[in-house]
Nanobody
Framework: QVQLVESGGGLVQPGGSLRLACATS????????IDWYRQAPGKQRDLVAR???????NYADSVKGRFTISRDNAKNTVYLQMNSLKPAATAVYYC?????????WGQGTQVTVSP
């Protein structure tokens, strides 16, 4: 059974940093592309960052240069380091494996950026 559990969200001031973690079970992350999405209130769920099984990374234009996706294969965990956070980053953050239509999702972790 595949399970994804996000953690690390919270309240942070603008300009601050957070590190999200996506702990996985039931899969070997070495062989999967893992994505981070976010969904702000009243908006669609958008792709933020992608870490492919081959090691390449991709980012939404809005987070390039500030967010970094990485993985620890030994821990079966994928991370999202978020720096220079802006209020527009306020959202629930989800990790995904297998794609947004048929893949697996975690329960999400809330990130709030506010003074």
């Amino acid at each position: 059974q595949v399970q994804l559990v996000e953690s690390g969200g919270g309240l942070v001031q603008p300009g601050g940093s957070l590190r999200l973690a996506c702990a996985t079970s039931g899969i070997d992350v070495r062989f999967y592309t893992i994505d981070w999405y976010r969904q702000a209130p009243g908006k669609q769920r958008d792709l933020v960052a992608r870490n492919s099984s081959g090691g390449s990374t991709n980012y939404a234009d809005s987070v390039k240069g500030r967010f970094t996706i990485s993985r620890d294969n030994a821990k079966n965990t994928v991370y999202l380091q978020m720096n220079s956070l802006k209020p527009a980053a306020t959202a629930v953050y989800y990790c995904n494996v297998g794609g947004p239509r048929v893949g697996y999702w975690g329960q999400g972790t809330q990130v709030t950026v506010s003074p």
